[in-house]
């Protein structure tokens, strides 16, 4: 994951933001990327936490494309809009449609598949 700031600058403040408005920034995968352009894109509402070091909660968009994801922390998302096939390295596969939910321990990398236009909301923790 590439380094983000820390947002909001008080962790005891509510943030908000919404898929339809501005705010997004690029989020390159580099060589992770295996087929296509995923041209990845997130809008960060926070990422420190009042009792958790570690936190992202953001919203995520990827365009058709394969590429490696390496969930270093626990992460939980739901698909917003899309289709996805996420395989783990374990043999695991996921199909997911918008609307879908996954949680996934820390640890666990697998290829991502982008079949359609995808938003998420994800959140990811450490202790």
């Known amino acids: 994951m590439p380094a983000l700031p820390a947002l909001p600058p008080d962790p005891d403040s509510v943030t908000t933001a919404a898929l339809d408005r501005g705010g997004w920034s690029p989020y390159p ?11 990845c894109r997130i809008k960060v509402l926070r990422t420190v936490g009042v009792r ?16 490696r994801w390496h969930f270093v922390n626990d992460e939980a998302f739901v698909l917003l809009e899309g ?6 390295d374990t043999g695991e596969l996921y199909e997911m449609r918008a609307g879908d939910a996954r949680s996934l321990p820390g640890g666990r990398e697998g290829l991502c598949e982008v079949h359609e236009p995808s938003r998420k909301f994800t959140v990811v923790s450490s202790a």
């Open 52 to 67: 958790t070091p570690t936190k992202v909660v953001a919203f995520f968009t990827a365009e058709p494309s394969a590429f």
């Open 83 to 88: 289709r996805l096939t996420l395989t783990l």
């Open 29 to 39: 995968l580099g060589e992770d990327v295996v087929e296509g352009e995923p041209d």
